[in-house]
């Protein structure tokens, strides 16, 4: 039994759409050794909820809270102002974390132009509080490389649901960001996202399950809760050379480093 695992990025509030009340997610996320959960924004409304979210239900585990606005999301200007008066309003609430899910997203959309102009918004944002990001990057490894390295130095935070290699990894954390693995570290195919886990320094890592979706093998394919966290970690355990307990207690340490907004150390 895994003691102290968090949960860097879901969403509880699709989750419970999906038919799982989040008193009963966080249940059993207790049951398999979660201590604390970071609640995702994706646009102004789900932001508002993960903020009430993060203050209804931390009795059970502690919970945070970021406030976004995904690359997916079709956001118009107006949204855009009001998601960063938010930010603002909240920056100093004990539960905000930071700005995100924010990024690229060309699987899903074609149109890059809008995407990235938003994203730097965030980024800008981000740098001007002086809080971390948390980014969506899907089939856009270069261009979020591109854009995050001309903010080098000003901008840290994570790059959510790694899906790229040790070379993108390794770019990534010399930027200044923790690699956080969901449930596709555990997929047979994802022979690359696993050798990058197995290499890249421990300090770097965070671990994720971006429930309700990318559940982790035995469940691929089903509805993800946090409680799967603990399955993303015992792959790490099998990918990595150190001891279990440093694993363990050195991806806590790092979640609670990145929650307190300590840039991440390259
Ligand atoms: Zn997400």
């Known amino acids: 039994m895994i003691s102290a695992i968090v949960d860097t990025h ?14 009963q ?24 909820h993960a903020l009430e979210i993060a203050e209804r239900f931390s009795d059970e585990i502690q919970i945070y809270f970021t406030i976004g606005c995904h690359p997916c999301h079709q956001v118009q200007d107006s949204e855009i102002e009001k998601i960063i008066c938010l930010t603002e309003n909240l920056r100093s609430h004990p539960k905000f974390v930071g700005i995100g899910e924010i990024g690229l997203d060309y699987y899903h959309l074609q149109e890059k132009k809008r995407q990235e102009d938003v994203f730097r918004k965030f980024i800008e944002l981000s740098i001007q509080l002086g809080v971390p990001i948390v980014v969506h990057s899907r089939d856009a490894a270069e261009d979020t490389y591109q854009i995050l390295s001309q903010y080098k130095n000003q901008v840290f935070g994570t790059i959510h649901c790694f899906a790229y290699n040790l070379e993108y ?6 930027l200044g960001f923790y690699i956080s693995f969901s449930g596709i570290l555990t997929f047979r195919n994802a022979k690359e996202i696993q050798e990058a886990a197995s290499k890249i320094p421990l300090q770097n890592i965070l671990v994720e399950t ?5 559940a982790p093998m035995p469940h691929r394919g089903k509805r993800n809760e946090p409680s799967y966290t603990s ?3 015992k792959h790490l355990f099998h990918l990595r050379s150190e001891p279990k307990q440093k694993v363990e207690e050195q991806v806590f340490q790092n979640s609670q480093n990145f929650i307190h907004k300590k840039r991440v150390l390259c």
């Open 231 to 233: 399955y993303v970690m």
């Open 10 to 23: 879901c969403h509880l509030d699709l989750l419970q759409e999906k038919g799982l009340e989040i008193s």
């Open 169 to 174: 990894a390794k770019k990534f954390i010399d």
């Open 25 to 48: 997610a966080l249940f059993n996320a207790k049951q398999h050794g979660i201590k604390q959960i970071i609640q995702i924004g994706i646009d102004e409304s789900s932001s508002l």
């Open 210 to 214: 971006d429930a309700p979706y990318l």
